[in-house]
């Protein structure tokens, strides 16, 4: 079955620093993979999506994130944090041809030290 | 923004009480789905439709109804609101074309049964 696994709960980086956000997923094929954010009291909102091709995919908000099939893992990047980046992150995967099958990870919440 | 609104924004209800959530869409998309948002659990989908009058259960669906009678409108219902009901109930839309589907999401709706 699939599966997300967002190892850290909470994250906390000074602002300015680097950011890697880790997910991990458990699938047969290669899936669908989805980044999104949440800001407090707000709805998820999409940073970046990978289907197929370059593995390294860009979004918004300038967050970037690698597919590497050999270690099943999705992780987001940013190289320079700002104090408005504090959220929840959550990462996503799809199983394509399935109308209902994207499965969450639980989030990491990520805070900004100034 | 995929031009989704959710209503009410906010509820508190008592247990026992029917409750309807509603999900209104601008676009026409064919699939809509209805999540729920608890700590630690991050999003589990309650229930989804691919289109009018067609629906399908989700991975939390027990205690909870839906309906779509038009394209534009999705539905949640809480026949009798118990308190493990109480939730932030997110709404979301699925695009799709060249097999590139991608859900988002509306505001959501928070949900408090006394």
């Known amino acids: 079955a699939q599966s997300v696994t967002q190892p850290d709960i909470h994250i906390t980086v000074s602002e300015g620093a680097s950011l890697e956000l880790r997910c991990n997923y458990s699938?047969?094929?290669?899936?669908?993979l989805f980044w999104y954010v949440q800001s407090p009291g707000q709805g998820l909102q999409l940073l970046l999506k990978y289907f197929s091709g370059d593995t390294l995919v860009q979004g918004i908000k300038g967050f970037e994130a690698e597919f590497k099939r050999s270690q099943s893992s999705f992780n987001l990047r940013k190289p320079s944090v700002h104090w408005s980046d504090a959220a929840e992150y959550f990462c996503?995967?799809?199983?394509?041809?399935?109308?209902?099958?994207?499965?969450f990870g639980k989030g990491t919440r990520l805070h900004i030290l100034p | 923004d995929a031009g989704i609104t959710q209503s009410p924004r906010h509820k508190v209800t008592e247990t026992g009480t029917p409750v309807t959530l509603r999900c209104h869409q601008t676009e026409n998309h064919r699939y809509m789905y209805w999540y729920r948002q608890d700590p630690g659990h991050g999003l589990r989908l309650i229930h989804y439709?691919?289109?009018?009058?067609?629906?399908d259960k989700g991975e939390v669906s027990d205690g909870y109804s839906v309906s779509r009678s038009k394209t534009e409108d999705f539905l949640l219902t809480l026949e009798s609101a118990t308190s493990s009901q109480t939730s932030v109930y997110f709404c979301?839309?699925?695009?799709?074309?060249?097999?590139?589907?991608?859900?988002?999401f509306g505001p959501g709706t928070r949900l408090t049964v006394l």
């Open positions: 979301a839309i699925r695009t799709s074309g060249s097999g590139h589907d991608t859900q988002y």
């Open positions: 699938y047969g094929a290669t899936p669908y």
């Open positions: 996503a995967v799809g199983e394509p041809g399935r109308d209902d099958k994207i499965i």
């Open positions: 439709s691919y289109g009018v009058k067609d629906t």
